[in-house]
């Protein structure tokens, strides 16, 4: 058993759970949905021995090092962030039509990784900048972060969808209700501010003590910053401006929307310092 | 209101909106994006050759090519922390009286006509229930006040009325991360320093101009190591570095990335390496005609007579390339011959090809037979005082968002009313300064309790 047969196959069993989600919902079963409530689970156990695996892989290699290094053991690692937030939403909530909108997430973040031909799923040695405590809580935080962003980007979506008439006969109209929509938005934007928040602080700091400069304003950080003054907007537009529904809801999924550009656009457009997250 | 404003009122009450800081945020996330796409801190040719000189002199204008630093840049950041700070200070005295109030008083009127507000009835006296309440209440909120009329008691208690100052830490974190860069862009300093090994320097230049700048010690660099993976990539490098002051050593220290070390104020940091010129190599010379050898180790300036006793050899110094018919062979050391009728001309042994000279084919031959490989330590050499105001800010901003996330000034209201000898009602409502949801989640469950 190695971490790439792991990983691998956690790909296909989030697949798994996301057809069930969309099955249950297509054809109005809740037994669908328990069903991929147990596969998205053991695919998350799944993710995580891969993730212990390939730990322990570096260390046989003689490399050493936490798998939070580059482009692909974050994708896997943003999968288990986002499959672990859902997780204890569904058990608090109960509501688990909103499967639907997070599994797909799952499963998007780790096949990219796994498909994507420019991603390399090879152990690598660590440069010497890239040893330090500091890069490993900035990396654990900063995809907490975006894992909430990415479950709100979820809720937010329901906005759209969800018919306004309470007797519609359309399959959405088992959307959770407005005030919960609302409310789990907020929270998940408020989790991942606070850890987005502690991300940027520890990636400072770990700058700071790499090369002496805590901030250098590189594509990078810069897209990070973007992304979280448009939360700090979110959050003073709800609290200050009494803002809420529709109107909040585009913030957030323009939110998400420049995480993912810090996440995959900076790299691709943009050059900076950072190797890959 | 007053119609008439004067000119400062007006002024204060434009810093005092929280519409502005929503503007400002909004325009800041706009241009910031501005710098991650336009190139930052490049030559005047480049921008000329990418955009034409009509947009050049736009963002000559605008300073786009080093827009962080820009006058508009840091006059939207003054404007934010004006704005923060005019706001907290309007609010200050409200706020201060809501969370240090002389009395706690509530206005049971209120929680009566509260949305979450939960009516019950359970089977027990006035008296008993009172105690209850008292002791649930008391035990997961707070001290509990209560007012007794005849026929109903009414109990009051709330937690976290200190958390309202959550928001004012958090802004003023940001005021001291701000001006805690602003200090260290003013009184410190970033530099780089290349130090050969065994070398001593006590200056270094500047990042920003070029300009040197004296560091009030010296540095030695003892020794300098580099290991690397068997991929070839580097693994870790390491100076062995010694502080130098009014000629006393004052400490030894290893360095690595990521380990720098800090001395008065000054903080050293490992951040690259190359290659520094040998000061020796180790020769073997052939001779053409009686084939002899001879090994023998020679530093640069030194000259001595080969073995025919006409010819002289001089080591003339070290070339980190060595221009060869055009090709660049690398580093070599350069050596003269000067032959007996006084005749002289120039020979290369470049490291890479030990044996180069032998093509030569002259009456000598120059073999390398080991050079001490030398290395210089490329040290980052920063000074920033401001750097404890901007960590003290961190570390009170994750507080502070933590405190106005996730904790709340909560205050719950129950009143009980006997309705006969053995029953009672139970009135149970609350309010939070947030996340309104939670309390009635809690709310709920203290009804459950409460039901037994
Ligand atoms: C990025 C820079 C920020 C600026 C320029 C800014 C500015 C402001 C201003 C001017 C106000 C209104 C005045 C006041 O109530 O004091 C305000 C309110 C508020 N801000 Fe910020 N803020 C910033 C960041 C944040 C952050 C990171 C948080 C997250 C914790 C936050 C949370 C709040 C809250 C909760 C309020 C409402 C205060 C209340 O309910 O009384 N702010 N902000």
Redesign the interface.
Known sequence: MNSSFLLSSTTFIYALATVFYIGSFAFKKQTLSKAGFIVLVIGFLDNSAGIIMRWIESYEMGYGHAPFSNMYESLVFFSWTIAILYIFIELKYKESIIGLFVSPLVFLAIAYASFDPNTSSKISPLLPALKSNWLIAHVITCFLGYAGFAVSFGFSIMYFIKPRNPQSESIFAKLPSWELIDELTYQMVVFGFLFLTIGIITGAVWANSAWGKYWTWDPKETWSLITWLIYAIFMHLRIMRGWSGKSLAYISILGFLAVLFTYFGVNFLLSGLHSYA | MKKNKTIPEQIWQFFCS??L??YT??I??LT??I???VL?NGAEEEYIEFYGHGWYNLIKAFDVDDM?HAWWFLGLIVILCVNIIVCSIERLSTTWKIIFPKKIIFNPDRFRKLKNLEIFPVKKTLLSLSLEVEKLLSKNVGPVLKEETGKSVILYAEKGRWTRMGVYVVHTSLILLLSG?LIGSLFGF?ANLNLDEGKTLDTAILVENKKPVKLGFSIRCNDFNVKF?D?G?????KSNLTIIEDGKEILTEDI?????LTYKGI?I?Q?SYGSAPPDSVSLEIFGQQDKTALIRTVKIGEEFQLPDEETIFKLEGFLPHFDFNGHDLGQAFIGRIVEKDGKSFQIGLPLKFPTFDKMRKGSFAFVIKEAEQKHYTGL???K?PG?WY??AG?IL??IG??VT?FMAHESYFIEIETTGELSSNLYVSGTSN?NS?GLKIKIRKMCHILKG
């Open positions: 929280a519409r800081a929503v945020l909004v800041l996330a910031s994006i710098g991650t796409v930052q962080y860069a970033k993976y991929t990539a580097p693994e870790e490098f690595l990335v990521n380990h720098p903080n940091f951040s980052h050499i920063t920033d750097i901007v960590y961190f901003m994750i968002c933590w996330f947030r949801h």
